[in-house]
C-alpha cells in the first residue's frame, strides 16, 4: 500500500540532474534510511536521470518524468520515465560495459543501478521512450530509549 507519493516533471538539462537526486533524496528520508542507503539511492537516480539526458533525447532537451511512492513495507519505489528514442535492445543496453555513444562513457549505468538498487526494471519503444522502475527496501532502525 502507498502510504506517500510525489510527481516531478523537469527538462533533461545536466544541471537538473543533481537536483532531482536532492528531491529524491528529501522524500525517501521519511523512511529513515542511514546514509548510506541514501547515498545508494542518490546513485541510482543519478544514473538514470543521466541516461535520460545523454540518451533519450540525442543532444536536444526533453522532459523527463519521476515518480516516487513511499510503501507501506518501508520500501521506496521510483519510475523515471523519458519519451525519447528508446532503446532497441534493452538486455544488450544492461549489460555492463555497452554504451551506445563514446568518449568517456563508461556503459555501466544500469549496473550501477542494478548493485544500487533491489529491483530494477526497464521498458522501452523505439522512438516513444523509456521507463526505469527502481526499489529499495530501506532497513528497519529500531531507536533504544535510555
Keep these: 500500500m502507498i502510504t506517500n507519493k510525489f510527481t516531478m516533471t523537469m ?4 544541471s537538473n540532474e543533481s537536483f532531482a537526486r536532492s528531491c529524491v533524496a528529501a522524500f525517501a528520508s521519511q523512511l529513515d534510511p542511514t ?7 542518490k546513485t541510482a537516480v543519478s544514473e538514470a536521470i543521466t541516461n535520460c539526458i545523454v540518451h533519450a533525447y540525442c543532444e536536444k532537451i526533453g522532459k523527463i518524468y519521476i515518480n516516487g511512492e513511499l510503501l507501506d513495507n518501508n520500501t521506496i ?3 523515471i520515465r523519458d519519451t525519447g528514442c528508446g532503446i532497441e535492445n534493452i538486455s544488450q543496453a544492461m ?3 555497452f554504451t551506445t555513444v563514446g568518449g568517456e562513457r563508461a556503459g555501466l549505468g544500469f549496473a550501477v543501478m542494478q548493485s ?5 526494471k ?3 519503444v523505439k522512438d516513444k521512450g523509456t521507463t526505469v522502475v527502481m526499489t529499495k527496501r530501506i532497513s ?5 530509549n535510555g
Design 11 to 14: 527538462l533533461s538539462k545536466s
Design 35 to 41: 546514509l548510506e542507503e541514501i547515498s545508494d539511492i
Design 77 to 79: 519505489k521510483l519510475k
Design 95 to 97: 549489460e555492463p560495459l
Design 116 to 120: 544500487f538498487m533491489d529491483s530494477v
Design 122 to 124: 526497464v521498458r522501452s
Design 140 to 144: 528497519p532502525r529500531y531507536k533504544i
